[in-house]
């Protein structure tokens, strides 16, 4: 135990040194911190659009440019741009290091493959982790700051919907619990491809193209996409807006959820295998 602690504390210093790392976190908060600058200056004029028009059939009370909406914002913004972010560190955890020959170096220790591997892919996990925390932390507690705590109207499948201030915080947990489980289905992805090839860039290219790719058929509704679709991890990347449906459809979280787990499991599983019959010294 404490031979596989040594090396993923090793693995975690590796990962948030390397420079690449540091790019994630540079993109969200350029982006936060200049929608909010955005929605500051030109926000209220914005919203005075749709609820000029609302005011005339409902009564609406309270600051509806608040930081939950903002905080809504963000998400919905920068989610979908987070997968590039993670698949550019986790892409090469491993194919990077084949390709340089550290691989070898580092397989001589007693640890077996598997522990290496896993310490890589728990690594791979920390990094998304602290870039979806980042952004968590960006895009509710300082939007709050700068532009309070109201209640959260916003459209969803069913139209308008409005969520009380109190009854927040536990929704924004539960979308950032599914937005770490949904980012750690493309580290996980990354990391497997990682695992196949010994190009450091093509793991990344790779996972961004079957990221596309399964996105876009889950944009149409045709009758051959329509069986497959139900099993695309992007499909139930976004179940995270789902937290702000009211009521709650917990079941179909839950499903969501099972489905991308199941996604890190096999994935993780295939790389394990795939890693302790892979030729690293050819």
């Given at each position: 135990?404490?031979?596989?602690?040594?090396i993923?504390?090793n693995?975690?210093i590796k990962?948030?040194?390397?420079?690449?790392?540091?790019?994630?976190?540079?993109?969200?908060?350029?982006?936060?911190?200049?929608?909010?600058?955005?929605?500051?200056?030109?926000?209220?004029?914005?919203?005075?659009?749709v609820?000029?028009?609302?005011?005339?059939?409902?009564?609406?009370?309270?600051?509806?440019l608040?930081?939950?909406?903002?905080c809504?914002?963000?998400l919905?913004?920068?989610?979908i741009?987070?997968?590039?972010?993670?698949?550019?560190v986790?892409?090469?955890?491993?194919?990077?290091e084949?390709?340089?020959?550290?691989?070898?170096?580092?397989?001589?220790?007693?640890?077996?493959?598997?522990?290496?591997l896993?310490?890589?892919?728990?690594?791979?996990?920390?990094?998304?982790?602290l870039?979806?925390?980042?952004?968590?932390?960006?895009a509710l507690?300082?939007?709050?700051?700068?532009f309070?705590?109201?209640?959260?109207?916003?459209?969803n499948?069913?139209?308008?919907?409005?969520?009380?201030?109190?009854?927040?915080?536990?929704?924004?947990?539960?979308?950032?619990?599914?937005?770490?489980?949904?980012?750690s289905?493309?580290?996980?992805?990354a990391h497997?491809?990682?695992?196949?090839?010994?190009?450091?860039?093509?793991p990344?290219?790779?996972?961004?193209?079957?990221?596309?790719?399964?996105?876009?058929?889950?944009?149409?509704d045709?009758?051959?996409?329509?069986?497959?679709?139900?099993?695309?991890?992007?499909?139930?990347?976004?179940?995270?807006?789902?937290?702000?449906?009211?009521?709650?459809?917990?079941?179909?979280?839950?499903?969501?959820?099972?489905?991308?787990?199941?996604h890190?499991?096999?994935?993780?599983g295939?790389?394990?295998?795939?890693?302790?019959?892979?030729?690293?010294?050819?």
């Open positions: 135990m404490k031979e596989f602690i040594a993923l504390k693995e975690l990962t948030i040194k390397r420079p690449r790392s540091f790019i994630g976190f540079g993109v969200v908060a350029f982006i936060c911190l200049i929608l909010q600058a955005a929605f500051a200056n030109d926000g209220r004029e914005i919203l005075s659009l609820t000029g028009q609302l005011e005339n059939t409902l009564s609406i009370e309270g600051q509806v608040n930081g939950n909406l903002i809504f914002v963000l919905q913004t920068l989610i741009q987070m997968p590039l972010l993670v698949a550019l986790t892409g090469d955890l491993v194919s990077g084949v390709a340089t020959g550290t691989m070898r170096f580092l397989l001589t220790r007693p640890a077996s493959r598997t522990k290496v896993v310490a890589k892919w728990l690594a791979g996990m920390f990094y998304t982790f870039l979806l925390l980042f952004l968590g932390v960006l507690f300082v939007s709050r700051g700068i309070g705590a109201d209640d959260l109207i916003h459209v499948s069913e139209g308008l919907t409005v969520i009380q201030a109190n009854d927040m915080n536990w929704r924004f947990a539960g979308a950032f619990v599914i937005a770490f489980l949904s980012l289905v493309v580290a996980t992805l497997f491809l990682s695992t196949v090839l010994d190009n450091s860039i093509t990344i290219v790779s996972t961004m193209a079957i990221v596309i790719i399964f996105t876009i058929i889950g944009m149409f045709m009758p051959s996409f329509n069986v497959i679709q139900p099993f695309l991890f992007t499909t139930h990347m976004i179940s995270w807006k789902d937290m702000f449906e009211d009521p709650v459809p917990k079941q179909e979280i839950i499903n969501s959820c099972i489905i991308l787990f199941a890190i499991v096999v994935l993780l295939s790389s394990i295998y795939i890693f302790n019959r892979k030729d690293i010294n050819s």
